[in-house]
């Protein structure tokens, strides 16, 4: 168990939430389900707490009802490999309700916030030359979600 986690409150659909979150990445699991105030007669009952990991991190998240949506003062960032990668998590975070925004940034149909970043864009940020870097992130502050072949021929449209 880790010192620190981030721990996220969901209307009633933590378990849902973490086992979609967890099918999405590698070195994720679930790795305990807690139901306070479930009985044999409504095992639906009580209180979910749901304690995942995903890439290795420890998350918490809890049934505990409509009182505090998320904002997007609070994202899931994933630093991906390639455009098939943002493509695949992107895709699957904006089913089913999921709602694209800019930047790379989304929330998925629970309304948490995620980034799907390629690592070429933070490359392409920290390129050396100043003008590449500015135009990568020019063309960057346009999208939705990141497309790495359009971030580079803006790079390189100088």
Same mark, same amino acid.
């Given at each position: ?5 981030? /721990? ?29 105030? !479930?009985? @044999? ?7 979910? %707490? %749901?304690? /995942?990991?995903? @890439?290795?991190?420890? $998350?918490? !998240? ?5 009182? /505090? ?11 991906? *490999?390639?455009?098939?990668?943002? #493509? ?38 920290? #390129?050396? *030359? ?7 992130? @020019? ?12 971030? $580079? !021929?803006?790079? @390189?449209?100088?």
């Amino acid at each position: 168990m880790q010192k620190v986690t981030t /721990f996220l409150w969901y209307d009633d659909q933590a378990e849902q939430a973490a086992q979609r979150y967890v099918s999405l990445l590698p070195n994720s699991r679930i790795v305990r389900v807690e139901r306070m105030g !479930a009985d @044999d007669a409504d095992p639906s009952a009580g209180t979910v %707490v %749901v304690t /995942f990991e995903l @890439d290795g991190i420890e $998350y918490q !998240a809890m049934n505990a009802g409509p009182l /505090f949506p998320f904002t997007e003062a609070i994202s899931i960032s994933v630093l991906c *490999d390639d455009q098939a990668e943002v #493509d695949r998590l992107w895709d699957a975070l904006t089913a089913d309700g999921g709602e694209p925004s800019r930047c790379g940034w989304l929330k998925d149909r629970w309304g948490l916030s995620w980034q799907i970043v390629p690592r070429a864009l933070i490359e392409l940020q920290r #390129d050396p *030359d100043p003008a590449r870097a500015r135009r990568a992130n @020019d063309a960057m502050l346009q999208m939705g979600k990141i497309d790495i072949a359009a971030l $580079y !021929a803006a790079a @390189d449209a100088g």
